[in-house]
């Protein structure tokens, strides 16, 4: 234990060489342990003494291990607090203000040193790397005007030196830049003010010559002139004279953007609606329009697609893929690092292009022909564009000059089959949802033409239909009309069911069949036939077409799907 004078007892040494040989290796015994945690605890409570750190300075039992503790790479061996003091050094220089001499040179030597640069002779550089104009025989062989060594200075750079930009850049360079402005400047005024003196002499002459002319007028007639016109002429002459707050007159006064004006709007503000075209503020870019409805050349901003898709822009865009393309082939073509190299190459391969492009034209025509194909018509002929005058009235007819001709297209146009005189589709059924013929209300397609009984019985069938589906009559009105409509109007009643035919009137339909097909289809010979049928026997029921004739069609008409078609007789029926 610790004496009252303060000396450490035996036991005190033996705890603090345990300290020292625990930092020395690391590790203690249990018994070795046991006495430094006892060594600490009479330290806190003041019965042993302090332990003393290199300079002999007390050490602060209260302070926590993690603190009185040095790291391993600060370990000296012994109880310390340097690492948490401060160093007693002088602070070394800011290394951003440290800089190397600029263009320092030392003593220049007389002879030629050995290893020095073989053109002007000095050690700090070799031959590749000297700045001097090359000498047509080298400082190494004539040993003549050597060159001083530069002065190579090690300037330390921490990591803030490293990474700034404008480390050792000098401010003062900056003044050479406004001394050559200014003298630009001034040589710009004094060529301005040369012009406006020569400017100024030329008017002044003319003035005087007019002068001179009217003193002589007014000499020779009293009465000549006024003081109005004398106003007038002093007017004119004014405008022409320096403007106010201005240094220049007003003819050769010029404006100078350097920089964006008062008056330019800027992008953001031309359309305030937050559901406009979108700004970039870091990038200052909008590059859709903001308003939409105005034209692009009309607008005062389209937007900077508009401007990127103008001009000489998709050209530029052209060679940039064009490179692209070429560089991923293996080509060493690069738009930004050889412009005039991507653009020749560019040029190369769109000639080579156009020429294959003929080579292959030329054969393919050689080879399967239809050369007379490729022959276009005018672009007049194709638009209808014609110097024709052609003058139309309110109701759209032609007062005056000849009408334009319609375009067909390729399909047949006008051709009606089975006698019909309007095309499938150019009717539709608003009670049943059936598209049909207008010209017979027939909804079956590809059926005869039945004219106006067609139109009467569809109309009739449609109403007793409708009739029957909403009246309330008894059961035997509901058969009757249902009768009626199957004997007249139904599909049955035409070329379905057990049918019996008459084979003298089928030998006529054969006849008039076939004497149709031979004089041919036109509106004439339908109404031919039309008056033919009125002069026969009625038939029994409202149909035109009886079964008889429907047969006879059917025995005429071509079967295309019959693969033995083409072998038929036509002498057969």
């Known amino acids: 234990m610790a004496s009252a004078s303060g000396a450490c007892s035996c036991d005190a040494r033996h705890a603090c060489f345990s300290t020292i040989l625990f930092l020395a290796i690391g590790k203690l015994s249990r018994e070795e342990f046991r006495r430094q945690k006892d060594l600490d605890a009479a330290r806190k409570a003041g019965t042993a003494p302090a332990a003393l750190d290199e300079e002999g300075k007390p050490i602060n039992p209260h302070i926590p291990q993690y603190i009185s503790q040095a790291p391993w790479y600060l370990d000296t061996g012994a109880p310390s607090l340097s690492h948490q003091r401060r160093p007693t050094t002088e602070k070394p220089p800011n290394e951003i203000d440290t800089w190397y001499d600029r263009g320092a040179r030392g003593p220049a030597a007389k002879k030629y040193r050995k290893g020095a640069c073989e053109n002007c002779g000095a050690m700090t550089h070799k031959k590749q790397d000297c700045l001097e104009r090359p000498r047509k025989k080298g400082a190494r062989y004539t040993n003549r005007d050597i060159q001083a060594d530069e002065v190579i200075q090690a300037v330390p750079a921490g990591y803030d030196a490293k990474r700034d930009r404008w480390n050792g850049y000098d401010p003062s360079e900056h003044t050479r830049i406004y001394e050559e402005f200014d003298a630009i400047e001034a040589a710009r005024k004094k060529h301005r003010e040369e012009e406006i003196d020569k400017q100024m002499t030329t008017d002044l002459a003319a003035a005087r010559k007019v002068a001179n002319a009217g003193k002589e007028k007014k000499d020779a007639d009293p009465d000549f002139g006024s003081s109005d016109e004398e106003d007038a002429d002093e007017d004119k002459y004014a405008d022409a004279a320096d403007a106010v707050g201005q240094k220049l007159d007003t003819k050769t006064r010029i404006t100078v953007r350097n920089l964006r004006i008062r008056e330019d709007t800027a992008k953001y503000l031309i359309n305030l609606d937050p559901e406009s075209a979108y700004y970039d503020p870091k990038t200052r870019s909008m590059r859709d329009a903001p ?15 508009f401007f990127r898709y103008t001009g000489e822009a998709p050209e530029v865009q052209h060679l940039q893929l064009f490179a692209w393309q070429a560089s991923q082939r293996g080509n060493d073509i690069h738009l930004n ?3 005039t190299q991507g653009q020749l190459l560019h040029e190369d391969y769109q000639e080579k292009k156009e020429k294959m492009r003929d080579v292959n034209k030329v054969s393919v025509l050689a080879k399967y022909g239809g050369e007379q194909y490729l022959e276009r018509a005018p672009r007049e002929v194709l638009d209808g564009h014609s110097e024709n005058y052609v003058e139309y009235s309110r109701t759209g007819q032609v007062v005056k000059g000849q009408e334009r001709v319609k375009a067909r297209s390729k399909y047949p146009e006008d051709v009606y089959i ?5 095309v499938w589709g150019s009717w539709y059924d608003m009670a049943t949802g059936d598209w049909g013929y207008s010209c017979c ?19 009739s069938s449609t109403a007793q239909a409708l009739l029957a589906s909403s009246s309330s009559q008894g059961e035997k009105a509901a058969e009757g009309t249902k009768a009626r409509i199957e004997q007249n109007y139904s599909k049955k009643r035409i070329g379905e069911g057990n049918v019996t035919l008459d084979k003298e009137r089928l030998a006529e339909a054969l006849a008039d069949e076939r004497k149709r097909k031979a004089r041919g289809d036109n509106e004439e010979d339908r109404e031919a036939d039309r008056h033919n049928k009125k002069k026969r026997a009625p038939e029994i029921g409202t149909h035109d077409v009886t079964e008889e004739e429907l047969e006879a069609y059917r025995m005429s008409r071509r079967k295309t799907e019959d693969p033995m078609a083409n072998y038929l007789d036509k002498n057969a029926y």
């Open 291 to 305: 308003i939409k409805n105005v034209p692009p050349e009309e607008a005062k901003f389209a937007g900077e697609n």
């Open 337 to 339: 690092a050889a412009p």
């Open 418 to 422: 089975n006698n019909h005189t309007a």
């Open 441 to 459: 209300h027939s909804s079956v397609h590809m059926s005869y033409c039945s004219g106006d009984a067609g139109k009467a019985a569809s109309r």
